[in-house]
């Protein structure tokens, strides 16, 4: 199986062996800050070498091949914006680098508060992406109604999907080379496939996804453009997440067929893998 999104870094050795151990092949890792450090283009350039030589060897010692996206989030924008994109246009020729992301809106930005400049942000992104023909990974924040975690403030999850794809069609994206990652809760898988995009599943508890709960969205909307990802970050986070899911598909009695595209096709096709 293949992690579609994961944050190499915050894993442990045991970890990988944890996932090697129940079956994941492949795993694509994204660079996002930790915010509370400060964030400018150097650090962002040496988290993205970091995740390139140190990570991918790391997994690959695993029988892990790691695979990177690039970019920035709105919780992680550095402060010298405009150097990190002429980097990105060098950092996209590397052949281990498949996607643009994880890239997209978050009103609990520590870093930039201002929606507007967000917008301005992941455009330039999606931008790069489309010059670069990579797909784009979509980071929409959690739905305040329904997290485990306090937020200081509400927002509308909806509001900020309806954003991020007015850009996607402004610059003029496929939607079907667009993923929108974090979908919590049934409404928001239904929106992104009824708009032609992949629906990212992350299974973590205090989204309130657990595996069974993502094994029952699978099931119900896949297998057609359906990714699921365990986002492993510093924050709280289940490196089983996937293989999970498959547990419960297996309970479930769904085909073989059924789950192999959803953990293993679907991924290859989305960033176009070339596994050894
Ligand atoms: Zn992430």
Redesign the pocket.
């Known amino acids: 199986m293949i992690d579609s999104?994961?944050?190499a870094e915050s894993l442990s050795w045991s970890n990988l062996v944890d996932m090697s151990m129940s079956g994941i092949r492949s795993a694509v890792t994204?660079p996002?800050c930790p915010w509370r450090a400060g964030i400018n283009t150097s650090i962002q350039i040496t988290l993205i070498k970091w995740l390139l030589h140190h990570e991918t060897w790391r997994a690959a010692e695993n029988n892990i091949q790691l695979f990177l996206g690039i970019g920035v989030?709105a919780i992680g924008i550095p402060s010298d914006f405009e150097t990190f994109c002429q980097k990105m246009e060098e950092l996209a020729k590397n052949p281990k680098v498949v996607a643009i992301g994880?890239v997209g809106f978050d009103p609990r930005s520590e870093v930039c508060k201002d929606i507007r400049i967000q917008g301005k942000v992941l455009r330039a992104q999606l931008e790069i992406a489309k010059r670069k023909k990579l797909p784009v990974v979509l980071?929409t924040p959690p739905d305040s109604a329904k997290s485990r975690i306090e937020f200081k403030k509400k927002y509308d999850k909806r509001m900020f999907l309806e954003k991020s794809l007015e850009l996607v069609h402004e610059v003029g994206i496929s939607p079907c080379r667009v993923v929108l990652?974090?979908l919590d809760k049934a409404e928001w898988i239904q929106m992104a496939l009824d708009q032609g995009c992949y629906a990212g599943i992350t299974i973590q508890e205090w989204r309130g996804v657990s595996p069974e709960l993502a094994a029952r969205w699978a099931e119900e909307f896949g297998p057609k453009r359906i990714l699921l990802n365990s986002?492993t970050?510093t924050l709280a986070s289940d490196h089983l997440g996937v293989p999970k899911v498959v547990f419960h598909l297996c309970r479930r009695k769904i085909k073989g067929k059924m789950i192999k595209k959803i953990i293993y096709d679907n991924p290859i096709q989305f960033y176009q893998l070339s596994l050894e």
């Open positions: 999104h994961i944050h994204f996002v989030p994880e980071h990652d974090h986002d970050s």
